[in-house]
Each structure stands twice: as C-alpha cells, then as structure tokens.
C-alpha cells in the first residue's frame, strides 16, 4: 500500500502563491505518474495537473500559465507551484499517483487549498 503524504496548504489572498508538496512512501521506479485534483464544496473532483515520471507535464485549461507541476525523483515527492491564485482555485487538493505496472491509482488525504478576494 503506497502512502501519500500531503503538505503545504493554507489561507492566501487571491492574486498570492502556494506550493503544495506530496511524497510517496515507495520508490520512483514504481510510479508511471503522480498529479493534482482538487474538490471545491458541492462539486465533483476535477483533474488540475499530471506529471510522467517520464518528464511530460500536463495541465487542466483552467490552471495552465498559473499552476506548475514537478518533480523530484530523489525524494518521491511532486510539487505543485500555484501562482496568481483565484478564489475559484479554493478546494481540497488530493496528490495522486498511478503504480507500476498496472497503474493502479493510490490518494492523498488532501489539503484544504483557501482563496479569499
């Protein structure tokens, strides 16, 4: 069972910067992927980032240009550098990571991310 810990949440005022951490208790050689999600109250959980441990990044339109996503395969961390935040980016956001070699899906607990205008 892969543990994914969560790390760097907090309040921000819109047009402010966060970065959110998150490690997995395995190594990177089991891992094809790790990401973003994020949950705002009463709606469905939405796809925000996705890095490939092969070094491919992708970003959901409403966060390109903003929010970037990374890596560091040392440590079996990702991070995701959030800039020009919005009070429409408020949500928990939940790490994910797709296993070698089924890509099974394990989740973070999530951290409450909150943008005030």
């Known amino acids: 069972q892969v543990q994914l810990v969560e790390s760097g949440g907090g309040l921000v005022q819109a047009g402010g910067s966060l970065t959110l951490s998150c490690a997995a208790s395995v190594s990177i050689s089991s891992i094809n992927a790790m990401g973003w999600y994020r949950q705002a109250p009463g709606k469905q959980r939405e796809w925000v980032a996705t890095f490939a441990t092969g070094g491919s990044s992708y970003y959901a339109v409403s966060v390109k240009g903003r929010f970037t996503i990374s890596m560091n395969n040392t440590k079996s961390t990702v991070y995701l550098q959030m800039n020009t935040l919005k009070p429409e980016d408020t949500a928990v956001y939940y790490c994910?990571?797709?296993?070698?070699?089924?890509?099974?899906?394990?989740w973070g607990q999530g951290t409450q991310v909150t943008v005030s205008s």
């Open positions: 994910t990571a797709l296993l070698r070699p089924d890509n099974n899906r394990s």
